[in-house]
């Protein structure tokens, strides 16, 4: 393999895994901190891909009308989150009913899909990147098309974002707080309703922000949900249940090995994140190992 | 003595609202080509497939715990080997169909011995991971299994469904019968018992002598069997296979039905199945955004039922419609008051 087919690959993979660890942590967070298996992921990020075309639709293919969908999407699906968890989630953690917590995100990506289809029809969208996106450089025989560039510098600070909320901020101390012991955390005066109503926004803008990005890659149909769904999964269950640092890690190492094995084989390319999953769940000894093991045990 | 022979049959059978609702289903499904059209009775056919998933997830999560997001997977790998059994090998239907349970059986043991160690949440996601990862394979090794155009079943003319629906749908009621009945007798049993004894408190079951893996394996290669029968039972009513029985969606509504009947209970999934498949018949003649509408009606009836119909009913039909309208009015106070937290 050339140099120059080895960047090609390495940047393409890395865009990738960006996009699969923005889906992964939203996960990751309403999980480790509601102790909520999101089920919606998947229709969050489809739904994202749908509201950055019509952003798009209306501001028109420039620099400023994707700008503008990067922003707003995110932004209008965490507000949406927010609703849904105050609505219809907060009022399960009393009961601490997981059955229910899960049936109603599943209920939520049912009407998340069933609204897609009634605003954008059965068909599929695409939108075209802004020609200041468009083109490519050459780098040591290698050519580095600027989107993906673009997605793996974005993927870069948002991850920094993400850290320095999560480590370097009040809301973040109280999230990791919230994680080890809400009850003590709401004793102490925190207003532990509006940390979660936070996080689970946080979390479903996140998701929405990895469909955007990931719009102009290819049609947007209404398969991106369970196409962004199961690798999220994957990557939360290779990296360790809550584990951030981990689920970056497998993010990004199953989006760069996915686009060497596209080189050889493009059929055999999407079975890449299972066999990562295995072989990493086979090494670790089955045990699951996970930062945040008192939620994953006290959540049986 | 008499009155000891009884109380010994109500400790084997268990409460009558686990069995009553589903042994008064089975009695309408043998009169049901009697009452109502043949449209009704492919209906009937397909709930009686709907309500065996159901039941093989409510054995994994209702009886011990389990949270299996992927039966889907033994229910393909019960339709695919039936289809691909008669029609490459020219197996009979019913021997093909119980090769079929047996090589779900064995994926379920094999895989199973792995997924049972799994924290819940790991379990949940791996299996769904394999179901994906079969949707994946039957829809690329098209040579075998004709891909994403399917496996038109090559079944003789006495069970061609077109034919002769009843005789069609007889078949499928009574070999689902016998699966529920097997199925029943398990969770009535000591294992059955032992089940719940690891979901209700996991380390006082181990503590006592209870091997708490072996049971769990043991179950879910059961529900494996269940889920497998469905899915070749599903081959006679639909008389084709595609990839898409593998999908989360159709696990999705072996958790639904569960859900909407009430999880643990025996008759939960099979009332379940009724509701859902009526659901989704009228909706799908009215509207094509099914999806949409499905969501609002479970949406309605996860807040106005949480536990499910049958056990937010109290066993007589004025304590259900009580129980129901004091829910419903709770709801509406909680809607009012802002869901408080």
């Known amino acids: 393999m050339s140099l120059a087919t080895f960047l090609d690959q390495l940047f393409a993979g890395l865009g990738l895994g960006f996009i699969l660890f923005f889906s992964a942590a939203g996960l990751n967070l309403v999980w480790g901190v509601l102790g909520v298996m999101n089920f919606a992921a998947g229709a969050v990020y489809m739904l994202g891909a749908f509201m950055a075309t019509t952003v798009i639709a209306h501001v028109g293919a420039s620099t400023l009308g994707w700008l503008l969908a990067l922003v707003l999407v995110p932004v209008l699906a965490a507000a949406g989150g927010a609703l849904a968890e105050v609505v219809l989630l907060r009022r399960t953690y009393r009961e601490h009913d997981e059955n229910q917590q899960f049936m109603l995100t599943l209920v939520l990506s049912y009407l998340i899909a069933g609204g897609v289809v009634l605003v954008y029809g059965p068909g599929f969208r695409t939108v075209s990147l802004p020609g200041a996106l468009s083109g490519s450089w050459q780098l040591f025989g290698a050519t580095l098309p600027v989107y993906t560039a673009v997605v793996i510098v974005l993927g870069v600070l948002v991850t920094a974002a993400i850290w320095g909320l999560l480590y370097g901020t009040r809301a973040g101390l109280l999230t990791r707080a919230a994680v080890d012991d809400r009850t003590m955390l709401s004793m102490l005066g925190v207003d532990v309703n509006l940390l979660y109503t936070g996080v689970f926004a946080f979390g479903i803008g996140l998701g929405a922000l990895g469909g955007v990005i990931d719009a102009p890659n290819g049609a947007v149909t209404t398969n991106l949900e369970t196409a962004a769904l199961v690798p999220a999964f994957i990557v939360v269950v290779t990296g360790g249940l809550g584990n951030m640092t981990g689920a970056l890690i497998a993010a990004v190492a199953i989006g760069v090995i996915e686009s060497f094995v596209t080189l050889r084989s493009p059929t055999l390319a999407p079975l890449t994140p299972y066999a990562v999953m295995i072989v990493v769940l086979l090494a670790r000894g089955l045990a699951g190992r996970s930062l945040l093991p008192d939620r994953a045990r006290a959540a049986t | ?341």
Do not use: C
């Open chain 2, 1 to 341: 003595m008499r009155a000891l022979w009884w109380s010994r049959l109500s400790l084997l059978l268990g409460a009558p609202r686990e069995w009553a609702p589903g042994l008064a289903l089975l009695g309408l499904g043998v009169a049901l080509p009697a009452l109502v059209s043949t449209e009704y009775v492919l209906l009937g056919a397909s709930t009686l497939v709907l309500m065996l998933l159901g039941v093989s997830f409510n054995l994994l999560f209702g009886y011990a715990g389990m949270f299996s997001f992927g039966q889907s997977a033994f229910y393909g790998v019960g339709a695919y080997a039936t289809v691909l059994l008669v029609n490459k090998a020219g197996f009979d239907f019913y021997v093909a169909l119980v090769a079929g349970i047996a090589a779900a059986t064995l994926l379920a043991s094999v895989g199973g011995a792995v997924l049972v160690r799994l924290e819940p949440i790991a379990f949940i996601m791996l299996t769904f991971a394999l179901a994906d990862l079969l949707e994946f394979g039957a829809s690329h090794a098209s040579s075998l299994t004709g891909g994403d155009s399917g496996a038109i079943a090559e079944l003789p003319r006495a069970l061609n469904v077109t034919v002769g629906v009843n005789r069609v749908y007889y078949v499928i009621l009574a070999i689902a019968a016998v699966v529920l009945v097997a199925a029943f007798a398990f969770v009535r049993s000591r294992a059955g018992l032992m089940l719940r004894a690891i979901r209700e408190e996991e380390l006082r079951a181990a503590t006592l002598g209870i091997a708490v893996e072996r049971r769990r394996l043991g179950v879910f290669a059961l529900a494996g069997a269940v889920a497998a029968a469905a899915g070749g039972l599903s081959v006679l009513s639909a008389q084709i296979v595609y990839p898409s029985v593998f999908a989360w969606q159709l696990s999705a509504s072996a958790l639904i039905v569960t859900l909407l009947g009430g999880v643990g209970l025996f008759s939960g999934p099979m009332i379940g199945a009724v509701l859902l498949e009526l659901i989704d018949f009228y909706v799908g003649r009215s509207s094509t955004n099914t999806v949409l509408i499905d969501g609002l009606l479970l949406l309605a009836i996860v807040l106005i039922a949480p536990r499910g119909v049958v056990a937010s009913g109290s066993g007589s039909l004025p304590g259900a419609a009580s129980g129901l309208a004091r829910r419903m009015l709770t709801a509406a106070r909680g809607a009012r008051a802002g869901a408080p937290g």
